[in-house]
């Protein structure tokens, strides 16, 4: 079981398609990477204006960027623990993973600077941003980023409408 609580603080009419793109996005990558036990994300959709006071808040960057993700624990990218019961709320027996805040203005954009759908772009910074939650970093240029890289490609091959066109 996964409980998602999206909220939206910009104007789209899209809400259904996104919330369900979303969905399906954090579903597959949870499974891809062997996580079963009930989990817990909050997702933010906001514009650029948003996202750059999420930043500024939170890094002390003044200036938008695609997705943020705050992870509730420090997990091991690609290792997740054989016993959950640490992590759990003991009020929701679900894990809270974290929180997620999308740019949808950004990420409209570069879907066309990239030349693929907007659909693939949303899914991809989802899959990008739940990696984070689960202990992926790219903070380096080498390893940790390809390893990354790898992930959300092959997650988002197996996933129907996230292929690159």
């Given at each position: 079981?996964?409980?998602?609580?999206l909220t939206y603080d910009c104007i789209t009419f899209q809400k259904p398609l996104i919330s369900a793109i979303i969905k399906r996005c954090i579903e597959a990558t949870l499974a891809a990477e062997g996580i079963t036990v009930p989990c817990e994300?909050?997702?933010?959709?906001?514009?650029?204006k948003g996202i750059r006071a999420i930043n500024q808040a939170s890094r002390d960057i003044d200036k938008a960027t695609d997705v943020l993700s705050f992870?509730?624990?420090?997990?091991e990218a690609g290792n997740p623990p054989e016993d959950w019961d640490e992590f759990l709320d003991p009020e929701t027996d679900m894990c809270p993973l974290g929180?997620?805040?999308?740019?949808?203005?950004?990420a409209i954009a570069q879907a066309k600077e990239f030349?693929?759908?907007?659909r693939r772009e949303i899914g991809y910074?989802?899959?990008?941003?739940?990696?984070?939650?689960?202990?992926?970093?790219h903070l380096d240029e080498g390893p940790q980023k390809a390893q990354m890289r790898k992930r959300e490609e092959?997650?988002?091959s197996n996933i129907p409408g996230m292929s690159r066109k």
């Open positions: 079981m996964i409980k998602i609580n994300i909050n997702v933010f959709v906001t514009n650029d992870p509730m624990f420090q997990l929180d997620m805040a999308i740019s949808l203005e950004r030349g693929h759908s907007v910074l989802t899959i990008h941003s739940i990696l984070h939650l689960l202990g992926y970093d092959a997650i988002a």
